[in-house]
């Protein structure tokens, strides 16, 4: 078992700044099995959606919608994953959660509002 725990959502205006980070926990067996880490969100009435992920390697990969704005990065000595938000926008209002890929399955955070104000 792997919990994670979201932390930095709230309001900001249209072209600000956030940071999200998730730290993960649990047994040593589990923490040493993460690979990707990432962040997923969903808005009101839409399915949840992948914003970006990042390997223990480093590779990343990011939805289209957040190229050039998003900034994800892992430590893993710690085993925390963060997302630097910048140029935010109202459609980018949603609740973000925060995903592990264990060897034992996926995992999720209870997710953290993030609300854009235009």
């Known amino acids: 078992q792997v919990q994670l725990v979201e932390s930095g959502g709230g309001l900001v205006q249209a072209g600000g700044s956030l940071r999200l980070s998730c730290a993960a926990s649990g047994s040593i067996r589990s923490i040493l099995s993460i690979n990707a880490m990432g962040w997923y969100r969903q808005a009101p009435g839409k399915q949840r959606e992948l914003v970006a992920t990042i390997t223990r390697a480093r590779s990343t990969n990011y939805a289209d919608s957040v190229k050039g704005r998003f900034t994800i990065s892992r430590d893993n000595a710690k085993y925390t994953v963060a997302l630097q938000m910048n140029s935010l926008k109202p459609e980018d209002t949603a609740v973000y959660y925060c995903?592990?890929?264990?060897?034992?399955?996926?995992?999720w955070g209870r997710g953290t509002q993030i609300t854009v104000s235009s």
């Open positions: 995903n592990t890929e264990t060897t034992s399955g996926d995992y």
